[in-house]
């Protein structure tokens, strides 16, 4: 549907030591109208990459396949000023630092005003619109406030800028890279409230890039699981994080002790994260799973369905399903 971005089959080959390697490597999911979904995984899993090739933004010496539907167009082999086209007015990218987005010479209403302007609006209505969206992504007295310069907010509030620089060619889908990492905890909530408030009252679709759980937990409804480069496991955010269908997923849970109220204590990750360009053979995350035998070490595990709406990558995901509940269940 046209309120849904379809990824299918995304592979992107970056050069490399030993010439060009498929950093991503067959990536599918959908941003559905009204959901956040949240991209997880280590550095070096792809997700960032996953997130910008969406809008073209992958590097000069990259090529990537595959398919982004936006309803039956696929935007991998749409031209560069297509994209330039959708890219702000259909689909908005928030980034990690605002400076990379803000222009330090133009105050903040002239900004989102040209935006504005260059959708037809008169330069009076820009304005007007201009102080309602800064008032709409919670800037304090945003009418005083849209002639003031990037530098005069703090970074809270360029953050919440940026955000309205996004939304002002009203897009139907917005990628958000690590938007809060840079903020301190007290703000980086108060940021994730606002873009869960702006997904439900502008039915927004939402894919959220983030290494941290703790982040994912509170605001992702759907989730895809990302390692060395491909999905690992995906399916609602609130099954995946009770009951993780992929060994890697699950070292992940427990390596955050307030995502699951069970445990107290974090197990950090073991190992360290996988070599996107020089991916282990068989299932990629064997070298650091407790779970890894030895068809592990030769066979790709397929991504498959184990429950409506799961998948995962795990050769033995169905043991993963059965807790001392369900075997309790079949044995009655
Ligand atoms: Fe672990 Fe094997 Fe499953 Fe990979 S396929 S996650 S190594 S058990
Ligand atoms: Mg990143």
Redesign the pocket.
């Known amino acids: 549907s046209a309120g849904t971005l379809r990824v299918r089959d995304l592979t992107i080959a970056l050069p490399g030591p030993r010439g060009m390697a498929d950093v991503v490597d067959g990536v599918s999911f959908d941003m559905v109208e009204g959901r956040t979904t949240g991209l997880i995984g280590e550095s070096g899993s792809g997700k960032s990459l996953t997130a910008m090739a969406l809008v073209g933004l992958i590097p000069d010496t990259g090529v990537a396949t595959g398919q982004v539907l936006l309803g039956e167009e696929n935007l991998l082999t749409a031209g560069r000023a297509r994209i330039r086209q959708i890219r702000g007015a259909e689909i908005s990218v928030v980034f990690q630092d605002p400076s990379t987005a803000l222009n330090p010479t133009m105050t903040i209403g002239d900004q989102v005003g040209e935006i504005l302007r260059s959708r037809g609006l008169s330069r009076r209505q820009a304005r007007e619109r201009a102080a309602d969206l800064l008032d709409h992504v919670g800037i304090p007295d945003a009418a005083g406030r849209v002639g003031a310069y990037p530098h005069e907010f703090s970074g809270g509030m360029r953050q919440r800028a940026m955000i309205a620089l996004a939304l002002a060619g009203r897009p139907r889908f917005v990628l958000a890279d690590e938007p809060t990492t840079a903020l301190d905890v007290t703000v980086q909530a108060r940021i994730l409230d606002l873009l869960g408030r702006l997904r439900d009252e502008d039915n927004l679709s939402m894919l959220l890039v983030s290494h941290d759980l703790r982040v994912m937990s509170h605001v992702a409804d759907d989730l895809v699981v990302m390692y060395a480069g491909r999905v690992?496991e995906r399916g609602p955010a609130k099954a995946v994080l009770n009951r993780p269908l992929?060994?890697?997923t699950d070292a992940l849970v427990r390596s955050v002790p307030s995502v699951r109220v069970r445990s107290a204590i974090a197990d950090p990750l073991p190992g360290s994260p996988a070599n996107p360009f020089d991916r282990p053979a068989?299932?990629p995350?064997?070298p650091r799973?407790?779970?890894?035998?030895d068809?592990?070490r030769t066979e790709v595990?397929e991504l498959r369905e184990i429950a409506p709406g799961r998948v995962s990558?795990?050769?033995?995901?169905e043991l993963a399903q059965r807790t001392p509940d369900t075997v309790a269940e079949e044995l009655r």
């Open positions: 690992c992929h060994p890697y068989g299932c995350f064997h799973c407790p779970r890894a035998e068809r592990c595990p990558a795990c050769h033995f995901a």
